[in-house]
């Protein structure tokens, strides 16, 4: 069974940057048939889709954060990771993790339970 | 980007009812449409994909239909369960968008 766990600091302050990561187990994230998704969400609100990155490193952003997000992967310790430059209040949010599908490209079967971010001083 | 809208936003609905949620693209994404089910304080969960097909272990009273801009979810008995909040998502290109979400509430 796959299994995803974000894991980084609840609280960041304005101006700085957000880092998380996401460990996969039951599963490998070197799999040419998957990517690795990142996902948040505001209190009481939708979901926002971040961006996504392949095991070839390969990545794609939402154009609406792009110029502050950078998707990694570390495949010997089957992670990867988000880095959210220059936060502001509007980043608060709990974050997800999530898994591609192999068999259709955009659909995401397997989430990690989330991980609240404040971004505060 | 695809802008996503859903109807109704909230509904209440007794066990054993057949509810109708609708979702609508802003544009044609063909079939490439999917739809998720989030109780409070978890992560979503796929239902249904690619508009009408079921995910492994999804039970069959969740079904969706659709093409073109014009989606729906049917859940034809409801159970205490499947209260919750439901988003449809679509994946036709990046960035991938959801609607804004339907909260089913039970009698």
């Known amino acids: 069974q796959v299994q995803l766990q974000e894991s980084g600091p609840g609280l960041v302050k304005p101006s700085e940057t957000l880092s998380l990561t996401c460990t996969v187990s039951?599963?490998?994230?070197?799999?040419?048939?998957?990517?690795w998704t990142w996902f948040r969400q505001p209190a009481g609100k939708g979901l926002e889709w971040i961006g996504r990155?392949?095991?070839?490193?390969?990545?794609n952003y939402n154009p609406s954060l792009k110029s502050r997000v950078t998707i990694s992967v570390d495949t010997p310790k089957n992670q990867f990771s988000l880095r959210l430059t220059s936060v502001t209040a509007a980043d608060t949010a709990v974050y997800y993790c999530?898994?591609?599908?192999?068999?259709?490209?955009?659909?995401?079967?397997?989430w990690g339970q989330g991980t609240q971010v404040t971004v505060s001083s | 980007d695809i802008q996503m809208t859903q109807s109704p936003s909230s509904l209440s609905a007794s066990v054993g009812d057949r509810v109708t949620i609708t979702c609508r693209a802003s544009?044609?994404?063909?079939?490439?449409l999917n739809w998720y089910q989030q109780k409070p304080g978890k992560a979503p969960k796929l239902l249904i994909h690619?508009?009408?097909s079921l995910q492994t272990g999804v039970p069959s009273r969740f079904s969706g239909s659709g093409s073109g801009t014009d989606f729906t979810l049917t859940i034809s008995i409801l159970q205490s369960e499947d209260c919750g909040t439901y988003y449809c998502?679509?994946?036709?290109?990046?960035?991938?968008?959801f609607g804004p979400g339907t909260k089913v509430h039970i009698k």
């Open positions: 999530a898994r591609g599908t192999d068999y259709v490209s955009g659909v995401f079967d397997y």
């Open positions: 039951g599963g490998s994230i070197r799999s040419d048939a998957n990517d």
């Open positions: 990155i392949s095991a070839t490193g390969s990545t």
């Open positions: 544009q044609g994404i063909s079939t490439f």
């Open positions: 690619s508009a009408s």
């Open positions: 998502q679509a994946s036709l290109s990046v960035p991938f968008t």
